[in-house]
């Protein structure tokens, strides 16, 4: 098993599925001759040449556009944006055309097609560029969302994404890219809609995905040293579907959950979530629910600010404190 | 004949109307597709037609009023036809919206006390609310707990789960007085029951008892099992193979296959042996005639039969009696040991447990082995100490050495 990056991991993923099937191609800005801006895309212009991995202009409505009309016709598009902040001006072909086309034409016209590119913030972007957009597609029938944390689930589920019928949003994390970690010598997928134990516990449940997982991991850490809190982590890795017996389970066990998000609080992912556990699990709770998430402020630039707006260990375990009743 | 004018769905999300204006008035002569009224809808201001010729009888809701959709407005007739009630209809005309509030108010009347929440305990005596977790609920009522007496170390007193489990298991007098309340039920004594307690009062109070207990090494036993179930067409259980070697032990230590005959002992030179089955009344126990006699398929086979029909109460007084020892077995309840109530006359009894693996010292190393215990009962009026003990030693070396058995 060899230890790689996120962003190598990306890049198999990619290299295997378009030597598996040639209607998969890949487009966006900056993907061939540059390499991708986070060089996700390296090497493959050289492998595969310029009819399947396509440099496109400034025009993200436009590429969008045609990765849709491309799916339309049978190929399967991997289209990259080079952050989701810029996907904000193709977000009516993700939502309008790549979402309903399955439903509106009766499954007769196929959307097999990917988007991705990383989400959340980086550091230093400022508000504009610092965005966690996963609950905008969550809420749109017709998309699968997909935000890995470490480099395995990474590849698996991108593989997967690939093969899915179904427009999947794929986000990613410009500080995930260089996250290293264990990936199989041998090919394997990771199904999409499931969850992800990476850390048993049986005191509380912390309920993250992407880059929270760090987060969640740091914490449940520190708790188990210095509180003797024994936290159990699930990784959500799939938004939609979400993987509802999962998060049951683990909180059948534990009596309490926290869940933690780059996104804003306001109709986040967490409040999903909280509603699949109070519906599902009510008699299993100790206590409400909590959440942790950005601020309920646009990104700040300023470097301290930042640090206070994102989700960090401290809030997790204040959160954590609350729900075990240890104060 | 009259015709209602009705508030029509002039749009389609349209629920209710405003009637802006008419501009026919009670007493004009209208024609179909005369303009009656503009109508102000969710949308726009629109035109409420006659359906019918005749004469405006009677507007029921005024310039400014709201019509619900559907609900009469007007009523269009002869000149001099009789239109009945309709004109007195009650319009369900909303000039403002105060009827509807004000209806509110005088529904929820002194009389009409809050309802009693459906909801299980959500309040104290007092009708206080009882903060809890919904998890603490649940293990409150599972455990009895009235969290009615438990205090909460949540925020804001809030009952949790910790609360529950380190309050009282529940008062019990409490609880029993809840039973108690709940209501008893006095069952007649079956003939079965009534049996049974005679019995086993004859049994042991008058019989002075001692118990043998031994635990037997049932590996090779267990094997011979598995053997000959590979092989035969009947099934042969554990129990079985027990009842066969008792049969076997009794026959060379007759002075266990006795009964107690108050001025005398009778020894038997047969053995039959009594095995104890539960049924939904109780317990009996048939008997395997010549046990000594018979092969483990036979005694499979009638252990079987004798048992079925036991439960469908369908054994015969000569089934049931005449017994010579006795055999009950619990292990299929996972009981380990237990002691058996002698069944009179007969002398003894042995109570199997169940078979278990256990580590043990064999030749010297720790190894895992199948063991069952055994406690036999004994009349120390027929039966002492060593005699019950050899005995015991004899089912010992059949049931760990089969072969034996037949030996």
């Known amino acids: ?327 | 004949m009259a015709t209602k004018v009705l508030m029509e769905a002039l749009s389609p999300t349209m629920e209710e109307g405003r009637i802006a204006q008419w501009l026919k008035h009670e007493g004009d002569t209208v024609t179909t597709g005369d303009v009656l009224a503009e109508v102000e809808t969710d949308k726009a201001v629109m035109e409420l037609q006659a359906r019918a010729d005749g004469v405006l009888r009677k507007v029921l809701v005024g310039d400014g009023q709201t019509a619900e959709v559907g609900s009469l407005v007007a009523v269009i007739a002869g000149a001099d036809e009789d239109i009945g009630d309709l004109g007195a209809a009650a319009p369900k005309s909303k000039p403002e919206k105060q009827p509807e509030t004000q209806a509110t108010p005088a529904a929820a009347s002194p009389t009409a006390a809050p309802a009693a929440p459906a909801a299980p305990p959500s309040g104290d005596a007092a009708g206080e609310r009882i903060k809890a977790s919904p998890l603490a609920r649940r293990v409150a009522s599972e455990r009895g707990v009235d969290l009615a007496a438990v205090s909460g170390s949540g925020p804001g007193g809030r009952i949790i789960k910790r609360d529950v489990e380190s309050a009282v298991p529940a008062a019990t007098g409490a609880a029993r007085a809840g039973w108690a309340d709940e209501g008893y039920e006095d069952v007649p004594l079956s003939q079965l029951r009534k049996t049974i307690a005679k019995r086993l009062t004859q049994s042991l109070a008058p019989i002075p008892h001692f118990f043998l207990t031994a635990e037997f090494d049932m590996e090779r036993a267990v094997e011979a099992r598995e053997e000959l179930n590979a092989r035969g067409d009947v099934k042969i259980s554990v129990n079985d193979i027990v009842i066969k070697a008792v049969a076997a032990a009794l026959r060379q230590h007759r002075a266990c296959n006795a009964w107690w005959q108050d001025d005398h002992i009778r020894y038997f030179n047969d053995v039959h042996l009594s095995m104890a089955v539960a049924v939904e009344e109780g317990l009996i126990t048939p008997v395997i005639r010549h046990a000594d006699r018979k092969s483990l398929r036979e005694i499979a086979t009638e252990a079987r039969a004798l048992a079925e029909r036991a439960r469908a109460r369908k054994l015969k007084p000569e089934e049931y009696t005449g017994g010579t020892f006795s055999v009950s077995n619990l292990g299929m309840f996972g009981i380990d040991e237990f002691t058996a109530v002698i069944n009179p006359p007969e002398a003894g009894i042995l109570a199997v447990g169940a078979l278990t693996p256990k580590p043990v010292a064999l030749d010297g190393t720790v190894t895992v082995r199948r063991r069952m215990r055994v406690t036999m009962s004994c009349d120390h009026r027929v039966i002492d100490g060593a005699t019950g003990a050899q005995f015991l030693q004899t089912v010992r070396l059949m049931l760990e050495n089969p072969l034996a058995i037949v030996w």
């Open chain 1, 1 to 327: 098993m060899a230890t790689i990056t996120y962003r190598d991991a990306l890049n198999q993923a990619l290299r295997e599925e378009m030597e598996r099937d040639p209607n998969v191609f890949l487009m966006g800005e900056e993907v061939g001759v540059y390499q991708g801006a986070y060089k996700v895309s390296r090497g493959l212009l050289e492998q595969f040449g310029d009819r399947r991995i396509v440099d496109t202009p400034i025009a993200e409505l436009g590429f969008a556009g045609v990765g849709v009309g491309a799916a339309m016709v049978g190929l399967r598009p991997v289209i990259e944006f080079m952050t989701w902040n810029f996907a904000l001006l193709a977000i009516d072909q993700v939502v309008n055309s790549a979402a309903k086309m399955l439903y509106m034409s009766n499954g007769q016209i196929p959307m097999p097609m990917v988007f991705r590119g990383p989400g959340g913030a980086a550091l230093q972007l400022a508000a504009q560029h610092s965005q966690a957009f996963e609950s905008w597609y969550a809420h749109i029938p017709g998309l699968k969302v997909v935000a890995p944390a470490t480099p395995y689930d990474a590849k698996g589920l991108l593989k997967s994404a690939i093969r899915d019928d179904n427009p999947v949003v794929f986000l990613e994390g410009e500080m995930l890219y260089n996250v290293k970690g264990e990936v199989p010598d041998e090919e394997y997928t990771v199904p999409l809609g499931s969850a992800d134990v990476k850390r048993p516990g049986k005191d509380v449940t912390l309920i993250c995905h992407s880059k929270t997982v760090a987060v969640a991991l740091k914490s449940a850490e520190r708790l188990d040293g210095e509180l003797g809190v024994d936290a159990e982590v699930l990784d959500l890795r799939t938004i939609r579907p979400l993987d509802v017996p999962a998060i049951v389970e683990s909180v059948q066990k534990t009596n309490r959950a926290v869940i933690i998000e780059e996104g804003w609080p306001f109709c986040g992912i967490g409040a999903q979530v909280v509603d699949e556990i109070q519906r599902e699990a009510f008699d299993y709770l100790d206590a409400p629910i909590l959440r942790v998430t950005q601020a309920d402020v646009p990104m700040p630039y300023n470097k301290q600010l930042e640090r206070a707006a994102k989700p960090h260990p401290e809030q997790v375990i204040d959160a954590v404190r609350r729900v075990a009743y240890l104060d």
